[in-house]
């Protein structure tokens, strides 16, 4: 590590100091602070925004180059604590920063995977939440809220439904930073049950259950990624007998649907593929479970970052070789309701699993640019598929677009909508289960 490195007496011995308790909010600010000190090229340390009482929404970067995209090297988060009495994964998420940043030049798989990917790591998205809750307690408390009573996971903009609820400080900051950076892959962590939950989350009307993606096969893959690699979750067994997961896995919906969740924003607005972790049954566990957690998620949590590097990745260029941002690149027969586009470098990442697809690349007036790619099964690899698309006719940048923030899918479904649940379940499904998510 960079102690080793310079070959001087280290002050900030972080792997020593990292205790398996509880850090509150100077504490884990003390120790993002120190491990940014300890290792300055490793690490960049920001706040994103602050919360309604003003605590800073902190987000630890890690990688090569940490202060910057760096082109053809994919962006990867993981947001925890945003309900503020679900604590599992805030803390977890400073031994994982633990981990990396002192397995770097030591071990050769992490080294690589710092070397090729961003790893963006917010331990807590609700800070006053979390210090709302004043003692460790299973169940749900109202530090779930943000200091204005509202449940974040239900704050942003929705894909189905008008979401009534005001944009909270925290989901704002969240919603900047997601604009900010071409993330790729996220996972948002929570607790209160055991499975990994993938999108969508909210439907219009009736689709028998089950809330379909056009990528619903890669969420099924990332979502046994992180069941399968962890201790138990994939044994599906939830956390009473009443609720089981096969394999350890659901999809959002199927669960229970709610409204203005971060997953689907991510997913739809965000270009970014994310899922929902729930991570202990217990919601705030006393502190002497928090080493079993870490050992339990350790190598899950390695391995879901990974998975940033499936499918095809590359660059759309003008016949001067200069960058296209806003040319829309998606693989044939997934389109999304609001098609992926190029950044700002005019790089597009598309997550595919191993197989044969078509991607299509458009630069809106012109026409499309259709190529066949073989995606190989290369996730030991560290990168993606490199796909290029140049456009010779092309001389000029493509004008910005943006999708609006109005529901998208709602005519879409209503078109082939069957016949909505009845209303009664509805509400007993949300009053029996709106404290997990
Ligand atoms: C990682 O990057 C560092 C710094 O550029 C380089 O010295 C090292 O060889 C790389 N290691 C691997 C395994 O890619
Ligand atoms: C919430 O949204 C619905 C549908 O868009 C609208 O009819 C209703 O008036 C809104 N309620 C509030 C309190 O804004
Ligand atoms: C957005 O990116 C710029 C440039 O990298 C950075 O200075 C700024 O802090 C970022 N803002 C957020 C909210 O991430
Ligand atoms: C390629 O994508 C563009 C933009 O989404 C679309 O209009 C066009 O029909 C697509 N072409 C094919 C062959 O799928
Ligand atoms: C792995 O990456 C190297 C260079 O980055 C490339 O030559 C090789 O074909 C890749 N292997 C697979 C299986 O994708
Ligand atoms: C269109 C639709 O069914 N939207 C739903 C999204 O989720 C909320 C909360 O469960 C429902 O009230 C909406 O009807
Ligand atoms: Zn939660």
């Not at 001087?8 to 100077?26: G, M, P, Q």
């Not at 090729?116 to 800070?127: D, E, F, Q, S, V």
């Not at 972790?277 to 006393?286: G, I, Q, R, V």
Request: hydrophobic share 35%.
């Amino acid at each position: 590590n960079f102690c080793d490195v310079v070959g001087i007496f280290c002050l900030f011995s972080v792997a020593a100091a990292l205790d398996f308790k509880y850090h509150h909010t100077e504490e884990l600010e003390a120790y993002l602070k120190g491990v940014h000190a300890a290792y300055p090229s490793l690490t960049h340390l920001h706040s994103i925004g602050r919360s309604v009482e003003g605590r800073d929404l902190w987000v630890l970067v890690l990688g090569r180059f940490p202060t910057h995209h760096k082109i053809g090297i994919p962006e990867f988060k993981y947001v925890a604590n945003m309900h503020g009495d679900e604590t599992v994964g805030r803390e977890i998420l400073l031994h994982l920063i633990d981990f990396l940043v002192t397995s770097y030049r030591r071990d050769p798989v992490i080294t690589r995977l710092l070397n090729n990917t961003r790893i963006h790591i917010m331990p807590t998205m609700n800070p006053d939440g979390f210090e709302a809750t004043k003692v460790p307690d299973c169940y749900y408390t109202r530090g779930r809220y943000n200091k204005n009573g509202e449940d974040l996971n239900r704050n942003f903009p929705d894909a189905f439904e008008n979401n009534n609820a005001s944009i909270q400080p925290e989901t704002q900051a969240v919603m900047n930073w997601i604009k900010n950076e071409t993330f790729v892959l996220s996972a948002n962590l929570h607790g209160g049950a055991l499975v990994a939950s993938y999108t969508f989350d909210n439907v219009t009307g009736s689709l028998k259950g089950y809330s379909r993606s056009p990528d619903d096969d890669v969420f099924i893959h990332l979502a046994k990624t992180y069941s399968f690699n962890h201790a138990s979750m994939y044994k599906g067994m939830g956390c009473d007998s009443r609720q089981t997961f096969p394999e350890g896995i659901t999809n959002g919906y199927s669960w229970y649907q709610l409204e203005g969740g971060m997953q689907d924003y991510n997913y739809v607005w965000g270009q970014c593929f994310e899922i929902t972790l729930e991570l202990s049954c217990c919601k705030y566990p006393l502190a002497d479970q928090l080493e079993k957690f870490w050992r339990d998620n350790k190598a899950a949590l390695i391995e879901y970052i990974k998975q940033v590097h499936l499918g095809v990745k590359g660059q759309v260029t003008d016949r001067n070789g200069n960058p296209i941002p806003n040319a829309i690149v998606e693989a044939k027969g997934r389109p999304h309701v609001c098609p992926y586009r190029t950044n700002e470098h005019g790089e597009y990442f598309l997550l595919l699993l191993p197989g044969t697809y078509v991607i299509n690349a458009t630069v809106p007036g012109f026409k499309s640019m259709l190529k066949t790619v073989e995606i190989p099964d290369n996730t030991g690899n560290f990168s993606a598929l490199k796909q290029d698309f140049s456009f010779s006719e092309v001389s000029i940048r493509s004008r910005a677009a943006s999708c609006p923030k109005t529901p998208l899918y709602q005519d879409l479904e209503r078109a082939s909508a069957a016949t909505k649940p009845t209303l009664h379940i509805l509400v007993l499904m949300t009053v029996m289960l709106v404290i997990f998510k």
